[in-house]
């Protein structure tokens, strides 16, 4: 065996380990209380750190997440002891300020189409299909889709007692599988609920007295800041 050979396989592996080290979740249907979604018997996510994976995030993102038959749900709790957003229109540029944002692609392999939502805490929605065919924010293009056309469902509530904002979102699995395709009506030749997505979630903050955070639930190691690193994306397996 000669080094050349010892040398290809290793580069191979590398390869392989940072092409498919990328976390996954599983997430099961959702369970209904009295009061709807029950939300503290699904799939949590936290732990969120800085995008640049220096450390965790001195404010945390908790993120709840199960699926129904039209919806992947998702409830997202931040603490934050500076709630700030001047917002108030659809598709405003909601990350210059405090806001949750959550990107997803239908099926398993790396998107060049993926669906970018963000929420503000005064209940604020951007939704965009995104083109990023790079893996680089300096590669990206977006579509604008109306906030009351992507039927997405949401709200968000400020608990300024507690530090703490709380927003819902019911997005569409139809929405991700059309925002995933370059065309937009290629139709439903897959079920429309997916196997698997691919996702990250982020925060944007504010806290008091210090500069702006970007925190990653799986960290996209970008500097300067970017999310829309697709290669860095997780999966979501529906169970
Ligand atoms: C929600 O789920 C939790 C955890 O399974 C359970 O303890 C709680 O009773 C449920 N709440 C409702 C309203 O069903
Ligand atoms: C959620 O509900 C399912 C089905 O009722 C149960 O098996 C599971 O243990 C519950 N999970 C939690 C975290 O309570
Ligand atoms: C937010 O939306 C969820 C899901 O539709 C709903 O269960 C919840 O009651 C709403 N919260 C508020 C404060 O309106
Ligand atoms: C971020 O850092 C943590 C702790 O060192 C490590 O476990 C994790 O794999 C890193 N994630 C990424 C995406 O680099």
């Known amino acids: 065996m000669d080094y050349q050979y010892l040398l290809s396989i290793n580069v191979f592996l590398v390869f392989v380990i ?4 990328q976390p996954s979740v599983n997430v099961y249907p959702c369970q209904y209380g009295d009061y709807g979604i029950n939300f503290s018997n ?13 450390t965790v995030a001195s404010e945390q993102t908790f993120a709840s997440v199960c699926y129904d038959e039209e919806y992947l749900n998702i409830q997202t709790t931040n603490f934050d002891d ?15 300020a405090d806001a949750f944002e959550v990107f997803l692609a239908y099926g398993s392999n790396q998107p060049e189409f993926y669906l970018e939502i963000e929420l503000s805490p ?5 939704v965009s299909k995104i083109y990023n065919p790079g893996d ?8 604008l889709i109306d906030c009351g056309q992507s039927g997405i469902i949401y709200n968000a509530t400020v608990y300024d007692q507690f530090n703490t904002w709380v927003g ?29 997505l691919r996702f990250n979630m ?10 702006m955070q970007f925190a990653c639930w799986n960290p996209t190691d970008a500097n300067p800041p970017c999310f829309h ?4 994306f997780g999966y979501m397996n529906f169970q």
């Open 202 to 211: 982020f925060r944007i903050d504010v806290p008091l007295n210090s500069p």
């Open 122 to 126: 005064m209940g604020v929605l951007f």
């Open 136 to 143: 680089a924010c300096s590669t990206i293009s977006g579509t």
């Open 229 to 232: 690193i697709p290669s860095a």
């Open 18 to 21: 940072v092409t498919f080290a």
């Open 168 to 196: 819902t979102l019911r997005i569409p699995l139809e929405l991700i599988y059309q925002t995933s395709s370059s065309s937009s009506s290629e139709g439903s030749s897959q079920p429309l609920t997916p196997s698997t």
């Open 42 to 54: 699904t799939t949590h996510l936290s732990n969120f750190r800085l995008v640049d994976n220096s």
């Open 82 to 96: 500076n709630i700030y957003s001047p917002f108030t229109d659809c598709n405003d540029d909601l990350y210059k």
